[in-house]
Every structure is written in structure tokens, then in C-alpha cells.
């Protein structure tokens, strides 16, 4: 294989076999590849370069719209991407990086696969490396948060709290022990960023809609909680919006909690740092993100929070051949006057990022002037439920119905492809037309159960006499 590091010819247009990894299959990853496969398409069809795709998942998850899945106005399949449909020039290998060893070019991954065949994880050679692993759930030390605490960063996770929200009201409708149920009707949401406000937003109005079905679950009844350990909620969209969103959760009987801790949720009792106690089978943690653990098994350096030190034109700094965006990257932020601020990581850089990754790639292989990424961060908008929300953008603060619908139509211009823009608009218009779908189809975490039971076993998370043991999830589908 030719190494990009020894290409200084002056044929425009890459060496042969020349190889980019990308690591992630992400905003970042999906996009960059995308771009690539653009860019490089008569060098692809020579054969001349070869993009590969590294992804845990062989789909790239739309996050913002994560809370409207969870509320059903949204199917879970339209709020992800397949990466072979849309990168139909690239070679997707599903697996996860462990290692990057960079000096060496090569990148060791695990796959579906490896674990079968028992001879451990495969390198990866590469010329060009785009290292987008995003990032992960950022956890606490808490007490019982490992046992019950349920997380919001997958289509998975979304779709699991969508089914739990809608069994613990049935727990409720069924019980005769008043203090199951109000464990059962008390959710607790530990975070006050996007996706701890827009989860609770969007479930507590997907539950107050449900209890209209249940003969003996009022509205009233539920009980909701968030918890934020600043003095502030959505920070992105300014003080006072962040503000008047405090006021319209409220105002619906959600209890917002500011410079209040999770101190332990063990047994099922979320305890918090004011003291307070709330017996309850729903604690939902998104507070925050940290960088995906293989950033640290890389020679590739890295800043204080553990994440890449890139330059403005998104290269690895002082590294050649090595290129990052979005979570994982630390980005100078060059329409800032603050010294030292870095782009803040989150998907309105991600985005716009990658057109900036892609072109300085291709402009290093053809040995053309690489660009600097700039964006002046324009505003944020968030949903508060259905026909609420708050903005902030270009200067201008929106609130209610009309910041819903601005967040509405931004995230649905950024979602990729045409096909997902109009499968999540039809959905839209149905769900205006219809009432709401409130199954809950909890069994299909447990798919086999039924046959295991039938065939002489127990039902997955049960005791050896088929009684519930005393988890999260200690019965079919999480109850």
C-alpha cells in the first residue's frame, strides 16, 4: 500500500490504494464519508482510494429527534440512517475501535465477527485516519445508578423509556399497594440539558395525554422531577428562555429542581442532595457526555478533557494525516474574541465541520491549500412537548408554538437524506390527523421469552422459580 505521507507527486488526485478510515459512524462519520465519497467518486471507481467505515451500528442515529421517538410522534426507524443505503461507494465494517496506533497507521477493532472466530480483534491499515468515535454517557459514582438508572443517548434507550413510561401506568392501573404506585408514577430525569428537558417535555406530555384510557390514573397523578445541579436549564438558549421554560415546565406540575444533586437511587428511593426522598422505578440520567473511551488509546494528543487537539483546518495538531470533528475534537473557535475558546460540541458544528474535513482531505491528497473552519454560533431551539418550546436565534427569542415549530423545521432540514425528510414529515402529518399511539411493545426487549418459557426455561431477568428479582428491569419488557 502507498502511504499518503510519501505521496509528493504531482498527478492530481490520490495514490494508489490509498486508504481513509473513518472511525465512527456518527454526525461526523456519516457526513465526512458522505462528502468523501462525493469528492473522490472517479477516484473510487479506479480504484485509486478506498473509504472505511468503522461503526458500532450500521446506522447513524438523528439525536434530536430522540425525544419525539420516545413520545411516538416519530418511528424509531425513521430517526436513523442506514449507513450502507447512503454510502453505497464506501465499505462499511461494523465493529468498534479499541486502539488507534497512529505512528503505525494502523487502528485495532473488534467486530461481530472476532468474537466468533476467537482470534481476537483485527488492524486496520490506513493512509488518512478521520477519528469521530462521539461520546458517551457521562456517569457518576451514585449509589444504585449502575441498577436502575436508564439512559437517553439511543434509539434503543428511547424506545425502551417510551415502554416503561407506559408500564409503570399500567403497574399504577393494575396495583392495590398505594405505595407502588406512586413509585411507579414518579419519574425522576437527571439532567437539565437538551435531552433531559426534551425527554421529560415530550414523555410527560405523551403520559398526561395517555391517562385519558386508564379508569383510575389522572393526570394529577403523575408525578414528575427534574433535577439540575446548576442554577439554570438550557444554557444554550440563553438565561431568559431558559427561564421562561423553568416557568412553562412548572406551570404543568413538573417539579424543577436547580443546584440539586442525585445522591443515590439505590432501592428504587431517589434520594437528592436537598434531602428530599422519592420512591420511584423510573430515574432517567443525561447529565452530560465525555469522550469515547478509545480517544485515550490513541498517541494522538489530546486536552484536558480528553479530547483531541485539532487545528482550524480540523488536522490532528501537529500530526499529519490524522483529521477529527464534532465530540471528539477540540476546535478553536476563530469567530470568538475569547482567547483559547474552543466550538462547542454539539451538532450545529458537527455538521457544518464535516464539509470543512472532507474538502481539507481531499485538498491533502491532491496537495491544494487546506481551509480553516468558521461558524459563528447562530442560537439553539428546544421542544418543551407538543407545541411548546423555546429559541434563541440570530438575537431573536421565540417562545410557545412558534419556537416549536422553528425546531421543528430546522431539525428537519438537517436530517440526511431526502427519504428520512419525508418519511418524518408524513409522520408529522399523520400524528396531526390521529390520536397518539400509546402501545407499549416492551416485550421485544425480550424477544425469545415466550418460546424460552414454553420450551421449559424462565423468562430473561427472573429468579429460578420465575419470580421478578428486585432490578430495573425484573420482568418481560423492563418492569
Known amino acids: 500500500m502507498v502511504k499518503a505521507a510519501n505521496f509528493r507527486g504531482t498527478t492530481p488526485g490520490p495514490p494508489p490504494g490509498t486508504r481513509i478510515l473513518v472511525i465512527g459512524g456518527g ?4 457526513y465526512t464519508a458522505l462528502r468523501l465519497q462525493k469528492k473522490l467518486k472517479q477516484e473510487l471507481d479506479r480504484g485509486e482510494a478506498e473509504i ?3 461503526a458500532p451500528d450500521p446506522y447513524m442515529t438523528y439525536q434530536p429527534f430522540l425525544p419525539e421517538a420516545a413520545a411516538g410522534s416519530i418511528s424509531p426507524r425513521h430517526v436513523v440512517v442506514p449507513l450502507r443505503l447512503v454510502l453505497g461507494r464506501c465499505r462499511i465494517l461494523i465493529g468498534e475501535a479499541k486502539a488507534v496506533d497512529h505512528a503505525k497507521r494502523t487502528a485495532t477493532v473488534t467486530t461481530l465477527a472476532t468474537a466468533e472466530e476467537g482470534t481476537g480483534p483485527v488492524q486496520i491499515a490506513y493512509d488518512e485516519l ?9 456517569t457518576l459514582p451514585i449509589p444504585g445508578l449502575a441498577d436502575y438508572g436508564i439512559g437517553f443517548k439511543t434509539v434503543e434507550e428511547a424506545i425502551g423509556l417510551r415502554n416503561h413510561v407506559i408500564e409503570q401506568m399500567d403497574i399504577a392501573s393494575s396495583t392495590r399497594d398505594p405505595a407502588i404506585r406512586d413509585a411507579a408514577l414518579t419519574f425522576v430525569f437527571v439532567g437539565g440539558g437538551y435531552a433531559g428537558v426534551e425527554a421529560l417535555g415530550e414523555l410527560e406530555d405523551m403520559a398526561r395525554y395517555a391517562t ?3 379508569h383510575n390514573v389522572k393526570p394529577e397523578d403523575l408525578k414528575w422531577i427534574l433535577v439540575e445541579a446548576s442554577n439554570r ?11 421562561y421554560a423553568i416557568r412553562e415546565l412548572r406551570a404543568r406540575n413538573i417539579d424543577v429542581r436547580l443546584e440539586t444533586r442525585l445522591d443515590s437511587c439505590e432501592d428504587r428511593v431517589a434520594v437528592l442532595s436537598d434531602g428530599s426522598r422519592f ?3 423510573t430515574v432517567v440520567w443525561t447529565a452530560g457526555v465525555k469522550p469515547a473511551p478509545v480517544l485515550a488509546a490513541t498517541d ?8 483531541l487537539n485539532c487545528t482550524a483546518r480540523l488536522s490532528v495538531a501537529g500530526v499529519e494525516h490524522a483529521w477529527s470533528a464534532g465530540d471528539a475534537a477540540a476546535v478553536p473557535d476563530l469567530t470568538s474574541d475569547e482567547p483559547g475558546k474552543e466550538c462547542a460540541p454539539n451538532a450545529q ?13 481531499v485538498a491533502s491528497l491532491r496537495g491544494e491549500p487546506l481551509k480553516e473552519y468558521a461558524h459563528k454560533y447562530v442560537g439553539s431551539v428546544a421542544s418543551l412537548g407538543l407545541h411548546r418550546g423555546v429559541a434563541h436565534v440570530y438575537g431573536r427569542k421565540l417562545k410557545g408554538y412558534p419556537a416549536w415549530l422553528m425546531h421543528r423545521a430546522y431539525h428537519l432540514s438537517r436530517v440526511p437524506t431526502l427519504n428520512r425528510k419525508a418519511r418524518v414529515l408524513a409522520e408529522w402529518t399523520l400524528s396531526g390527523l390521529f390520536k397518539r399511539e400509546i402501545v407499549s411493545l416492551g416485550s421485544l426487549e425480550h424477544p425469545r421469552a415466550e418460546f424460552e418459557l414454553a420450551a421449559g426455561g424462565r423468562r430473561p431477568g427472573h429468579g429460578p422459580h420465575g419470580t421478578p428479582r428486585n432490578g430495573p428491569h425484573s420482568g418481560p419488557g423492563g418492569t
Not at 454526525?27 to 456519516?30: F, Q, R, T
Not at 477519528?131 to 457521562?138: D, E, K, N, Q, V
Not at 494522538?300 to 479530547?307: I, S, T, W, Y
Open 349 to 361: 458544528h458537527a455538521v457544518r465541520q464535516t464539509s470543512v474535513l472532507a474538502e481539507n482531505i
Open 279 to 281: 420512591p420511584t422505578r
Open 300 to 307: 494522538l494528543p489530546l486536552n484536558e478533557h480528553g479530547r
Open 52 to 54: 472505511l467505515v468503522v
Open 233 to 243: 436549564i438550557l444554557p444554550e438558549v440563553g438565561e431568559a428562555m431558559g427561564k
Open 27 to 30: 454526525y461526523v462519520g456519516l
Open 212 to 214: 385519558r384510557y386508564y
Open 130 to 138: 478521520v477519528l469521530a468515535p462521539g461520546s458517551i454517557s457521562r
